[in-house]
C-alpha cells in the first residue's frame, strides 16, 4: 500500500519561488519588435503569464494577429530568445530559500508544478536552487494539461507519497488555487508574485501569506 503520509509542499515557479517577470518581458518584447509590434511593461506581462508560453505569447500580440499559425511563429521566436536569456534577470524572492532549507531540515517533502514549458522550469530550478532536495519537479509537459487542471498534481502526491489531506499548493495566482480545489489540497496565495489579493480571495484560497517567510507558521502550525 502506498504510504500516503509525508508532508508535501508543491510550488508554483514564477511569480512564488522565483521573479522571472524580467527576462519573461524581455523575450515576449524581443519577439514583438521582430515583427515592428509595440511592446509591452512588466506591470503589464504579470497580468500575461500564468497559463503557459502560448497563451502569453497570444496575450502580448495584437488581437488582430492571433490566427494560430502566427501565434506559433511568435512562439518559437519567444522560445529561441527566452532558452538563451532564461536567466538574466530572474532571482528567487526575499526569503524563500529560507523557507525551502527550513522545511527540508523539518522532512517535508518539496515539489514543482509549474505551467512553464518543462525544461525551462528543471533548468531554473536545478540552478538556482541546486542545494534543495525537490522531490518531482514539473513543468508543461506533452501528455499533461495545463494547471488548473489537476493531473500534474495528482501526480506529485503519488510520486512523492503524499495524500491531498498533508498537502499544500503554493501559488500566487488564481490558477493555482483553482488547481488545488480541484485536487482536495490546502491552497497558499503569495501577495509577492503577480496577482492580486483580490484574484487569489475571489478564488478561494485557504491562507494568504504576504511574504515567503510567512509561509513558515502558516505550513507548520
Not at 518584447?29 to 515592428?36: A, D, I, P, Q, S
Not at 504579470?46 to 499559425?69: F, Q
Not at 534543495?132 to 489537476?150: S, T
Request: proline share 4%; with cysteine.
Amino acid at each position: 500500500m502506498t504510504n500516503t503520509s509525508n508532508r508535501l509542499a508543491v510550488f508554483d515557479l514564477d511569480g512564488t519561488l522565483l521573479d522571472t517577470i524580467g527576462d519573461l518581458a524581455e523575450a515576449c518584447n524581443h519577439m514583438l519588435r521582430l515583427r515592428g509590434l509595440d511592446t509591452h511593461t512588466c506591470e503589464e506581462y504579470c497580468y500575461m503569464v500564468g497559463n503557459g508560453i502560448l497563451r502569453l505569447v497570444e496575450r502580448a500580440l495584437p488581437e488582430s494577429l492571433r490566427n494560430p499559425e502566427y501565434v506559433e511563429q511568435a512562439r518559437q521566436d519567444f522560445l529561441a530568445y527566452y532558452t538563451e536569456h532564461i536567466d538574466c534577470h530572474t532571482r528567487p524572492y526575499d526569503g524563500i530559500r529560507e523557507v525551502l532549507h527550513t522545511l527540508q531540515a523539518e522532512g517535508w517533502v518539496l515539489a514543482v508544478a509549474s505551467n512553464k514549458f518543462d525544461s525551462g522550469t528543471r533548468k531554473l530550478v536545478a540552478s538556482i536552487f541546486p542545494e534543495v532536495e525537490f522531490k518531482a519537479v514539473y513543468g508543461n509537459r506533452e501528455g499533461f494539461p495545463l494547471k488548473p487542471d489537476k493531473a500534474l498534481l495528482d501526480l506529485i502526491m503519488e510520486e512523492c507519497g503524499a495524500s491531498p489531506a498533508t498537502s499544500f499548493m503554493i501559488g500566487d495566482s488564481g490558477v493555482d488555487i483553482q488547481t488545488a480545489k480541484s485536487a482536495g489540497v490546502r491552497s497558499v496565495g503569495c501577495l509577492w508574485g503577480f496577482r492580486s489579493r483580490e484574484e487569489l480571495e475571489a478564488q478561494g484560497a485557504d491562507y494568504i501569506a504576504t511574504h515567503p517567510l510567512e509561509l513558515l507558521q502558516i505550513l507548520t502550525d
